[in-house]
């Protein structure tokens, strides 16, 4: 009996031990294949006129290929949903762990898990028809498809992430925390927001993590919403993010030429973004169980 549940503890070992292998082996697949195809377009175009150029017209003779206002566009729509959406999402995954009955939150759950589950181009068309008209007419500008648009979209876009991960760490708080800091005399609100969510700090911050790669990876919500104009960004201007560079243009860049090489320089670049977000997001967390 015992040499039977060896075997098969063995073997569900060896079967997860394979699964994460070939995810691993995914992901250095992909490093390595975008690798192989951006860098050849960098040397080519020079570092700086690539990372530093304001100006990007692939069909213009001499080709100018500067993907400054793709980097800058996608920090600051990034930084500008990711700072709407995580404190609405927190407070959310508060209230609905600590505060709420259980009518409401079932309610609240099953409409975050709808959020989850609508498709980006959902969001993108109702953004285009709805929220684009109001942000046109409410700034008096000629075009509502515009930096502020896509960060408005976005942040919605990243609720769901940030409140359902959110939500579980609170949950899985030992119950004594709480119990030790209402006996001590501090009120319900207090205890939750001092001892809950700094013991919960490690679930939230992956939590912001997925929310901020869903941000800087989304593209055809963003696409619809954001103008796709190469300027320099503006909170009311059209602009181009760097998912929607690649989107909009691989279909007609023609193969093997630079310009096809520079857009997989482009997408090296997002993966290298969402690397340095996942690893410094690693380090402070690292960091913070070290002093603690």
Do not use: C
Not at 112 to 127: D, F
Request: hydrophobic share 55%; net charge positive.
């Amino acid at each position: 009996m015992k040499n039977k549940s060896r075997i098969i503890e063995n073997t569900v070992y060896g079967i997860f031990l394979i699964l994460g292998l070939i995810t691993v082996a995914f992901v250095l697949l992909i490093s390595i294949y975008l690798i192989i195809s951006g860098i050849p377009a960098i040397k080519e175009i020079g570092f700086t006129d690539f990372f530093f150029g304001k100006n990007w017209a692939p069909t213009k003779t001499p080709q100018e290929f500067g993907i400054l206002p793709f980097i800058l566009t996608s920090i600051y729509g990034t930084a500008g949903a990711v700072l709407i959406g995580t404190p609405i999402g927190i407070f959310t995954a508060v209230y609905l762990s600590k505060m709420a009955n259980r009518r409401i939150k079932s309610l609240v759950s099953t409409a975050v898990s709808l959020l989850a589950g609508i498709p980006s181009v959902v969001y993108g068309l109702v953004g285009m028809l709805v929220l684009v008209p109001l942000v046109r007419v409410a700034f008096n500008i000629p075009d509502g498809a515009s930096l502020l648009s896509a960060i408005i979209v976005l942040s919605v876009m990243v609720l769901p992430s940030i409140i359902n991960v959110s939500l579980t760490s609170l949950e899985a708080v030992p119950k004594e925390y709480e119990e030790g800091s209402l006996a001590l005399g501090a009120k319900p609100v207090e205890t939750y927001f001092r001892i809950s969510l700094p013991a919960a700090k490690s679930g939230i911050a992956a939590a912001v993590a997925l929310g901020v790669g869903r941000a800087i990876g989304e593209a055809m919500a963003v696409i619809m919403v954001s103008g796709n104009v190469a300027n320099m960004p503006s909170l009311f201007q059209s602009v181009r993010f760097l998912t929607t560079a690649v989107s909009s243009e691989m279909a007609y860049a023609a193969g093997g030429s630079l310009h096809r090489q520079a857009l997989f320089s482009i997408a090296l670049v997002l993966f290298i973004f969402i690397m340095i977000i996942n690893a410094v997001l690693n380090f402070f967390l690292k960091k913070r169980k070290g002093e603690n």
